[in-house]
């Protein structure tokens, strides 16, 4: 059953799923039309409009927004707006690239540009595909309360953000990206609805008491009467992947997607988009490592595409920082970077000081393109006090040895908006609460989750709109000589990425050499690379011929110069300054 206000032989159709009320009218330009129960669950009502009119539902009395509005010009608490879907795509000979080959780009369409649109994003659009940059992922556009927020108060999952602009500016940011042959990725939040401007329940039941997530109640995936719910919920990934020609899903928090039935929610979603769009991605957030959510469904899985790896991150940020609070107590050992690499999960059933239990299952039979690995995001620097970047934690060649890890590896990588040039203006969380106590609350909240880390910082008033204006982009320092290097440095080793096709080689092996702080990489493709993420110079003796085709200690990325041959015939000892690696190559044409 399609959901919300859509056009369809001449008429805009209006349903909406109310299951248990008495009446459901169309409250239309000040006046009512009355809505006829269709089965026992959904009001209907079709009528002859232009698009653009707005709108409510009085429900028992009530005045509500359409909890599928596919717009809120006035925000959380206003009218809903119809909206006409044409729209002039010019992009069907599209054809994303392959999973393995993606190179993600994470943004915030509110900082990532000064102006905080959609529209402003397409200026940025070349330069992205200058680094190589083949897909973004935007981070939550559904309608949140106010001017700023991250995405995940999100209370209108059909709704793009009224102060992003409209969803014809939407639509034309895919367009262009597309043309431009830049796949969209959609963050998309099914865990949980934000509290302001939260009206379901005025509805119908799609909240459940068997559950609680870390955000209030959980949505009724599995509870009497949830099949509307996921009717719901399956509407909304179609009408992104159908009326915004989005190129695929990224699925926040999917741990607390609570479902205990036969056929859970995620593989029904994912059952249902591999038949209609099998070329588009379901990409899971979850911090279970679990994985039954990436296996195929023939081996018991469900079947989603991929998955966020956050053992990668904790295990090079533990390592290369020495940070040891929170959850960062469970890493911080080399062999345990090694085991990410090679297997995926690094708990895959072991003990976990920080969860204080056994937790998470064997992946290593995976594919390597089913794992999204980075050194940076929203979360793991938004998630700080004070919202440092590893810019701010680590030196220059630090910097560039975690950035090198992560595109070297075979997992597909995503950077977080700037990290490319270095960017070092912090990334806060930020919120637009009308509810002053809610704000309030929302402060508090803060204070408290970060107990557990030991920071001793005073956080920023998440409300306050200098948090969020020192969280946009500084793209001025993008002419700095140093973040010029940068740059660079992200360009070339895309580039090699891309030639060489690291992504999704299985037949890759890591060995850690802990006393000297080495990680070796060998790839089947005949790619060897070497890292030094210790904090001292070492050798490491080299065994066969070889040709050097990347090296970070090169001048021209602000290196420190290296001694390694450009040849290395039979054998040699390599000095690696520290926090620095070389990719070579094995003999070949290169030696004709």
């Given amino acids: 059953m399609r959901v919300g206000a859509f056009f369809q032989k001449n008429k805009c159709h209006f349903n909406v799923w109310a299951p248990f009320k008495n009446s459901v009218n169309l409250r239309l330009n000040g006046k009512d039309v009355p809505m006829k129960k269709i089965d026992t669950e959904y009001w209907s009502v079709s009528l002859p409009l232009k698009g653009e009119e707005k709108y409510y539902y009085n429900v028992d009395g009530k005045i509500r927004p359409d909890p599928a509005s596919k717009f809120q010009p006035e925000g959380v608490h206003g009218p809903s707006q119809v909206i006409n879907d044409n729209f002039s795509w010019e992009d069907k000979k599209w054809k994303a690239p392959k999973l393995r080959e993606l190179i993600i780009y994470e943004l915030h369409v509110g900082t990532f540009t000064k102006e905080g649109t959609f529209k402003a994003i397409i200026s940025k659009l070349e330069y992205l595909k200058k680094i190589g940059i083949n897909a973004i992922e935007i981070m939550p556009v559904a309608q949140f309360p106010g001017d700023r927020n991250w995405g995940y108060d999100g209370v209108y999952p059909f709704a793009v953000q009224n102060s992003y602009g409209t969803p014809k500016d939407f639509k034309a940011l895919v367009n262009e990206c597309h043309k431009k042959g830049i796949a969209v990725i959609l963050d998309v939040v099914y865990n949980h609805l934000g509290p302001e401007g939260n009206y379901f329940r005025d509805f119908g039941p799609y909240f459940t008491d068997k559950y609680k997530t870390p955000w209030g109640c959980a949505l009724n995936f599995d509870d009497s009467y949830s099949d509307g719910v996921r009717n719901y919920f399956i509407n909304n990934a179609l009408y992104w992947l159908e009326e915004f020609h989005i190129d695929g899903l990224r699925l926040d928090a999917v741990q607390t997607i609570f479902d205990t039935s ?274 001292q110079s070492t050798e490491f003796y080299l065994k066969g011929n070889y040709r050097k085709i990347f090296d970070s200690e090169d001048e021209k990325y602000n290196g420190r110069g290296s001694d390694c041959p450009k040849i290395i015939k039979n054998a040699k000892n390599i000095k690696f300054q520290k926090r620095s690696f070389i990719v070579f190559e094995r003999r070949g044409e290169y030696f004709e």
Wanted: aromatic share 14%; glycine share 8%; hydrophobic share 30%.
């Fill in 262 to 535: 036969a056929r859970p929610f995620l593989q029904e979603l994912a059952e249902i988009v591999e038949k209609r769009y099998p070329n588009k991605y379901l990409i899971a957030e979850s911090n279970l490592n679990k994985s039954s959510f990436i296996k195929s469904r023939r081996a018991g899985g469900y079947g989603l595409d991929a998955e966020w790896l956050d053992d990668f991150h904790h295990s090079l940020h533990a390592y290369i920082t020495d940070e040891k609070h929170g959850y960062y107590i469970d890493y911080g050992k080399l062999k345990q970077i090694a085991k990410c690499i090679n297997k995926g999960h690094v708990y895959d059933g072991i003990y976990s000081m920080s969860r204080k239990c056994t937790y998470g299952d064997s992946s290593g039979n995976l594919d390597k393109e089913k794992f999204v690995v980075f050194i940076q995001n929203h979360d793991q620097v938004g998630n700080r006090v004070v919202g440092e970047r590893l810019s701010k934690l680590v030196d220059f060649a630090g910097l560039k040895t975690s950035a090198g890890l992560m595109l070297c590896s075979p997992f597909v990588p995503l950077l977080f908006m700037g990290e490319e040039y270095g960017e070092t203006t912090p990334f806060f969380y930020f919120t637009n609460h009308s509810d002053k106590e809610l704000g309030k609350a929302v402060k508090e909240g803060r204070k408290n989750e970060f107990k557990e880390f030991d920071w001793k910082e005073e956080p920023p008033d998440p409300q306050s709109h200098k948090t969020f204006n020192r969280s946009k982009l500084d793209w001025k320092k993008i002419n700095n000589e140093k973040q010029k290097k940068m740059l660079e440095f992200y360009k070339d080793l895309i580039r090699l990425r891309k030639n060489k096709k690291f992504g999704g080689e299985n037949k890759t092996k890591a060995t850690s050499y802990e006393n000297k702080g080495l990680i070796t990489i060998s790839y089947g493709s005949g790619v060897f690379v070497v890292f030094n993420l210790g904090e």
